[in-house]
């Protein structure tokens, strides 16, 4: 029997999916068509639109159940309530505007951690293609650390090759993917609460694998250490070990993965969104999810 359900269907470019304590679920769509913040109930089916930003890409939940929204067609940072009052926060570090906002993880200091890809959507992707010459593209990506209280912001890497999913590991490092080469990188935490330079962790894309545009897109740690990568135009959501080898590969119906969540404490599943079909796929796997950070 295959290792694949479908939790929820008919969602536009779905993305960044969040599990609530309730069991019911966040998700953006980021089709023109809709554009939004969705919740969905926990038996998949009942939907309700929360709010309308444009092309909400990375979503965060904070302990106060506050949801912060990586927005990426007008590049900023969104703060929103489940009654749908947004209120954009920010727009770039000091005066350097954002690109395109693109994943958010809270961190154990509380702070909030984004990516932004580091060139604007319709540069990226005209017509809401991926442009045909993207690894001569002119990108400059960035990774910044947000206090989500008085809003501070400052920018801890550039220069990335279209940075995009980003979490914490069991040991407190941080690890950001980029997507034009494959790479997930290391940041390795210190004493003193600032981070150790880039470093190589391990790669995901199977030289194999046919297409043109593949890369690491979400990704979400497991209590086992091992890290759950959706590779965009590969089709699978690749597994690597705590050494950074690759050890599995879970294939997902379309060839779009955009991101993965674990479900809640006890349930060992991985919830992928999946572009090209429109819809959140379910894995069983042998592991919960790493607490994520609030």
Same mark, same amino acid.
């Given at each position: 029997m295959e290792n694949r359900r479908v939790f929820a269907a008919d969602l536009s470019v779905p993305?960044? @999916?969040?599990?609530?304590?309730? *069991? #019911?679920?966040?998700? !953006?769509?980021?089709?023109?068509?809709?554009?939004? !913040?969705?919740? /969905?109930?926990?038996? *998949?089916q009942t939907k309700r639109v929360i709010a309308r930003t444009g092309? @909400?890409?990375?979503?965060?939940?904070?302990?106060? $159940? =506050? /949801?912060? !929204?990586?927005?990426?067609?007008?590049? #900023?940072?969104i703060r929103l309530t489940m009654d749908g009052r947004a209120e954009v926060v920010l727009t770039g570090c000091g005066d350097e505007g954002f690109l395109f906002p693109n994943d958010i993880c809270f961190g154990p200091d509380g702070l909030l951690y984004m990516t932004d890809s580091g060139i604007l959507f319709e540069?990226?992707?005209? $017509?809401?293609?991926?442009r045909a010459d993207y690894m001569d593209a002119e990108i400059d990506g960035r990774v910044y650390r947000i206090d989500p209280e008085g809003l501070e912001i400052e920018k801890l890497d550039?220069?990335?090759?279209?940075?995009?999913g980003i979490a914490f590991g069991p040991d407190d490092d941080l690890y950001v993917n980029e997507t034009v080469t494959g790479m997930v990188y290391r940041y390795r935490k210190k004493t003193d609460g600032t981070f150790s330079g880039r470093e190589d962790f391990?790669?995901?894309?199977?030289?194999?694998? @046919? *297409?043109?545009?593949?890369?690491?897109?979400?990704?979400?740690f497991g209590e086992d250490g091992r890290l759950y990568v959706a590779v965009f135009g590969q089709g699978d959501v690749t597994v690597l070990? #705590?050494?950074?080898? !690759? =050890?599995?590969?879970?294939?997902?119906?379309?060839?779009?993965?955009?991101?993965?969540?674990?479900?809640?404490?006890?349930?060992?599943?991985?919830?992928?969104?999946e572009d090209e079909i429109g819809h959140i796929e379910v894995f069983k796997v042998n592991t919960e999810g790493l607490k994520l950070y609030s």
């Open positions: 993305e960044g @999916p969040v599990a609530l304590p309730d *069991g #019911s679920w966040l998700v !953006v769509e980021m089709g023109p068509d809709r554009g939004c !913040v969705t919740h /969905i109930e926990e038996d *998949g092309r @909400p890409n990375g979503l965060a939940v904070d302990r106060e $159940g =506050v /949801i912060w !929204v990586a927005e990426s067609q007008e590049p #900023s940072l540069d990226w992707a005209p $017509g809401g293609e991926v550039s220069g990335l090759r279209f940075p995009n391990g790669n995901v894309v199977d030289p194999k694998a @046919p *297409g043109e545009l593949k890369g690491p897109d979400g990704m979400a070990s #705590s050494e950074g080898e !690759v =050890v599995d590969r879970l294939r997902t119906a379309g060839k779009l993965p955009t991101n993965v969540a674990f479900g809640l404490p006890g349930d060992k599943k991985i919830y992928v969104t």
